[in-house]
């Protein structure tokens, strides 16, 4: 499957983003769909997860209650609603599949078809 992240760019901190994955070759189906991020000199990081199949939400704890992540069947498409931006969220945000158990979802060796990211940069 091949992954299109879109929807990253400069905003002042408490504004809002929508990050959107676009799959292509084939649907989400079977898999977790994921959102990490990466500022510079840091690891990269787990933000939101959905199983497209069962819809199960997962969210690191930062940023629960500020990000939503959803999908959309029909478009074949995650969405990474951000609220209330803060500058710590400024990073390059990507997004990923695979079928990791619940307690791997955070783990970025669980995922592959890595997308090509999406800056976000949060102004203070």
């Known amino acids: 499957v091949q992954l299109q992240a879109s929807g990253g760019g400069l905003v002042q901190a408490g504004g809002s983003l929508r990050l959107s994955c676009a799959a292509s070759?084939?649907?989400?189906?079977?898999?977790?769909v994921a959102w990490f991020r990466q500022a510079p000199g840091m690891e990269r990081e787990f933000v939101a997860g959905?199983?497209?199949?069962?819809?199960?939400?997962y969210y690191e704890d930062s940023v629960k209650g500020r990000f939503t992540i959803s999908r959309d069947l029909s478009k074949n498409t995650v969405y990474l609603q951000m609220n209330n931006l803060k500058p710590e969220d400024t990073a390059v945000y990507y997004c990923t599949v695979g079928r990791p158990i619940a307690s791997s979802v955070e783990n970025p060796e669980m995922y592959y078809n890595w997308g090509q990211g999406t800056q976000v940069t949060v102004s203070s």
């Open positions: 959905i199983r497209w199949s069962g819809g199960n939400l």
């Open positions: 070759g084939r649907t989400f189906a079977t898999y977790t």
